[in-house]
């Protein structure tokens, strides 16, 4: 799945394995319900999001919900 805001919300699709979020989420909620496709009825999958300068305004909330969940930590984003 390739995720937009759209596929944040209301969408209900089963076993989705891996999301993509190509423009990052500019807030820690919309980025938990984008990359949560992944966890429904107990699946697990991965998430990978491109981050760039231009996000910084989500940069210490998406560390910290990292850390707080026992996520790795990229370097890059441990930085900050």
Known sequence: ???????GRGLDIDNVELVINYDCPKSIYDFIHRTGRTGRASNKGKAYTF??????????????FLVKNNYHVPEELANH
Not at 1 to 7: I, P, Q, W
Not at 55 to 61: C, L, S
């Open 1 to 7: 799945m390739v995720a937009t805001d759209l596929a």
């Open 51 to 64: 981050i760039t300068s231009s996000n910084t305004d989500i940069f210490y909330d998406l560390k910290d």
